[in-house]
Nanobody
Framework: QVQLVESGGGLVQAGGSLRLSCAAS????????MGWFRQAPGKEREFVAA????????RYADSVKGRFTISRDNAKNTVPLQMNSLKPEDTAVYYCAAKYTASSSTIYTSIEAYESWGQGIQVTVSS
C-alpha cells in the first residue's frame, strides 16, 4: 500500500491561488491512479479532480473546471493540484487518494474506488 502526504494548504484571499502537492511513498508509486477530493464543514466528501496512472487523461468536477489543474510527476511520485481563481466555497479539507490499478488509462472519480488516503490539508479562502 502507498502512503500519501499532502502539503501546500493554507489561507488565501478570494481570487488567489494555491498549489497543493501529494507525495506518495511506498511500493509502486507510479502504479496508481490518483485523485483529489475535498470535504467542507457539515458536508460530505466530494470529488475534485483525478488523473490516470499514465498522466495522459484528467477529469474535474464541474465546480472547479477551468480553475484547477491536476498533474503528476511519476519520477518524483508527486501529484500537484494547482488551484487558481479560488472562491470562498472552495474552503475545505483537501484529500489526496490513490488507487492501485493495472490500467494506464482509467480515471476513477468515486470515493469508493480509492483504497489509500492522505490525512488531509486545510484550504481556507477568505472573501
Amino acid at each position: 500500500q502507498v502512503q500519501l502526504v499532502e502539503s501546500g494548504g493554507g489561507l488565501v484571499q478570494a481570487g488567489g491561488s494555491l498549489r497543493l502537492s501529494c507525495a506518495a511513498s511506498g511500493r509502486g508509486g507510479s502504479a496508481y491512479a490518483m485523485g483529489w477530493f475535498r470535504q467542507a464543514p457539515g458536508k460530505e466528501r466530494e470529488f475534485v479532480a483525478a488523473i490516470t496512472r499514465s498522466g495522459g487523461s484528467t477529469r474535474y468536477a464541474d465546480s472547479v473546471k477551468g480553475r484547477f489543474t491536476i498533474s503528476r510527476d511519476n519520477a518524483k511520485n508527486t501529484v500537484p493540484l494547482q488551484m487558481n481563481s479560488l472562491k470562498p466555497e472552495d474552503t475545505a479539507v483537501y484529500y489526496c487518494a490513490a488507487k492501485y490499478t493495472a490500467s494506464s488509462s482509467t480515471i476513477y472519480t468515486s470515493i469508493e474506488a480509492y483504497e489509500s488516503w492522505g490525512q488531509g490539508i486545510q484550504v481556507t479562502v477568505s472573501s
